[in-house]
């Protein structure tokens, strides 16, 4: 009786701490820290500055876990203002951590995301050209059979 006692008390306890360890865990952080340790190779090959930005976060495949994209603009390492090329990253998780998949496939055109609901990926299409600000319709995407593909 004693010991079952003990061993109550010391679940008791410990439970605390489990639910402290499963709250530190941040699936944009964590993909962000992946995407910042892969960036300069990113950077060395295209001849860039890369600048991310704020990572978007939703289940995009299904299995009931936040999973997150990483979108980046390349600027000239020689100056000025112009983007040289874009992308974005795909981190689902895996429940214990984040893992790359992939990108999104290169467009012929610029586009921002801004969310992931119901595992549909929206963002906005805009004009190539300074300043960046014209938005020139919405694009929606799903992640499909490990690629992402464009829906209407």
Not at 24 to 36: G, H, P, R, Y
Not at 85 to 109: C, D, H, Q, W
């Amino acid at each position: 009786m004693l010991v079952g006692l003990r061993l109550s008390l010391l679940v008791i306890i410990a439970m605390p701490c489990w639910g402290l360890a499963q709250q530190s865990f941040s699936a944009k952080e964590e993909s962000l820290k992946l995407f910042n340790k892969y960036k300069p190779v990113i950077e060395k090959r295209h001849e860039a500055i890369v600048e991310p930005s704020d990572p978007i976060s939703g289940d995009i495949n299904g299995d009931g876990k936040e999973d997150c994209i990483i979108s980046f603009i390349m600027y000239s390492q020689h100056g000025g203002n112009a983007h040289i090329g874009a992308g974005s990253a795909i981190y689902l998780n895996t429940g214990t951590g984040m893992k790359v998949v992939g990108a999104f496939p290169e467009f012929r055109y610029c586009y921002y995301l801004n969310n992931i609901r119901d595992q549909i990926i929206f963002g906005k299409e805009y004009e190539c050209a300074p300043p960046y600000m014209k938005i020139l319709r919405d694009r929606k995407f799903k992640y499909v059979a490990g690629k992402i593909i464009e829906i209407h």
